[in-house]
């Protein structure tokens, strides 16, 4: 049995390396013995593959035994690049080293003369129009190329706007349109692409101008256009990845949820627990699933993590779950951190004036696990005269824990409060949670200005 699997490995690898089998040939004049290096596009990003030294001649052949898989490459030839369409068994192209894209021509392939034709007909000058209806012509007459894919792509996005029956806008409508013809003549099966740069480029364009700035709707839309590419495993790898990537740096508020959305239904969403998305490397992946975890129960909508800490006295415990008011402000913060002190008297002031009398509380969590925190914080606590509740893993409560951790936990409460600078994110601060009358998460917002907007309107939702 086991050299029966062996034999299969072996014989799917040879497949593969024979479905990639290439030679690229390059005559570079002006470039003998030079070295040159080949390398591939993986989204719009160029990663180097391979390498070779111009015979006297100055020609340079590319034929490594696991082969090139189809995309585009760049030949590198010092600081000067030229583009190459590499889909065919044979490729033979002839240029100048000193100026490889204006010299170039090509000896054998119809994939390359195809996209000279395409770029030199992109740098005419005719109007838009024109240019656009040509191109797809040449696309159209020539099916199964990827170049009449990299056509696709650059068609122009149609915007159009939707005109509603009271003769406006209809800018929900719009965005409906846009989408819908977005990926007009793109086949998304088609595992050239994520090869390709115009392929990522359209993809920023396409979460730019046809994704809502809702997390909701966005993993809505987001998993339409990644079921069209389920039959091809490298086309759903890259989807995944780059959209998983994406929302996980967004600095918007809110958009983390398309991060955990993606983490788990597209990447840890086996029933056994292993990894859905099993390309390598799996500590990357396995990394993305913990911290998904870990951001689920702070996502907007969510209910909120228990969370009981000690006032400035170290002595009471006040639980923010149990607060009186309908709406309540969590508030982290440091008594070492400058901008801290610049928003918190702020807050303050307008809470009194604003928030307080709709029935907002403010639940000011500061960092005090340390003795001058733990100092400063009641010193400005009181010099700024803050009377909303203010509570901390304040330091002698803290390092009793530390040394018996059964006195508090869960008498008086749990090891995610007094850790709770890693339970809710709170890497910098201030940090703001908003939470409702149910006690879930309404709201996250960046700027005192938000926190007022969202405070109030949740505030009013009685």
């Known amino acids: 049995m086991r050299s029966l699997l062996t034999l299969l490995i072996a014989l799917i690898a040879l497949g593969v390396r024979a479905q990639n089998e290439r030679r690229l040939e390059f005559q570079l004049n002006g470039a003998p013995q030079r070295k040159v290096y080949l390398a591939n596009y993986y989204g719009n990003r160029l990663y180097y593959t391979d390498s070779a030294v111009t015979d006297a001649q100055g020609k340079a052949v590319f034929a490594r035994a696991t082969g090139y898989k189809p995309g585009m490459y760049g030949l590198l030839i010092g600081n000067k690049r030229l583009e190459v369409v590499v889909t065919e068994p044979v490729v033979r192209m002839a240029t100048d080293a000193a100026d490889p894209e204006a010299k170039v021509s090509v000896l054998e392939s119809r994939e390359n003369q195809l996209f000279r034709s395409y770029k030199v007909l992109m740098a005419s ?193 006040v639980n923010m779950q149990q607060m009186p008011e309908p709406c309540v402000v969590v508030v982290f913060w440091s008594p070492h951190c400058s901008h801290c002190k610049q928003a918190l008297p702020v ?42 509740t203010n509570v901390g893993a304040a330091w002698p409560t803290y390092r009793a824990w530390k040394k018996n951790p059964a006195a508090f936990v869960p008498k008086l409460t749990n090891t995610e409060s007094l850790r709770y600078q890693e339970s809710w994110e709170v890497f910098n601060t201030p940090v703001y949670y908003i939470v409702d009358k149910d006690r879930r998460i309404a709201g996250r917002p960046k700027t005192l200005r938000d926190l007022f907007a969202i405070a109030k309107e949740v505030a009013q939702r009685r």
């Open 125 to 317: 000058g005719a109007p838009a129009d024109s240019l656009t209806a040509q191109a797809l012509r040449m696309a159209t007459a020539n099916p199964g190329t990827l170049v009449a894919q990299i056509i696709q792509l650059g068609r122009p996005t149609d915007r159009s706007p939707v005109i509603g029956a009271n003769g406006t806008v209809d800018s929900v409508a719009t965005m409906e349109h846009i989408r819908a013809r977005f990926w007009d003549g793109v086949d998304l099966q088609d595992p050239r692409l994520f090869g390709v740069p115009a392929f990522q480029n359209k993809l920023e364009e396409y979460v730019a101008l046809a994704m809502p700035l809702e997390a909701a709707a966005i993993n809505t839309h987001v998993d339409a256009l990644i079921a069209r590419t389920a039959d091809t495993p490298d086309m759903r790898k890259f989807m995944v990845n780059w959209i998983t990537t994406k929302y996980e740096s967004s600095q918007v508020d809110g958009m983390d949820g398309v991060y955990v959305h993606m983490a788990q239904k597209h990447v840890c969403n086996r029933p056994d627990g292993t990894l859905d998305a099993t390309w390598t490397p799996v500590d990357k992946w396995r990394k993305v699933c913990d911290r998904a975890k870990k951001k689920q129960p702070l996502q907007v909508g969510e209910t909120a993590m228990p969370l009981t800490l000690v006032d400035t006295t170290a002595k009471t415990w």
């Open 347 to 388: 807050l303050h002031k307008e809470w009194k004036e604003q928030l307080k009398p709709l029935g907002v509380g403010i639940y000011a969590v500061a960092e005090a696990q340390d003795s001058a925190h733990f100092h400063d914080w009641k010193a400005f606590v009181k010099a700024n005269q803050l009377e909303w």
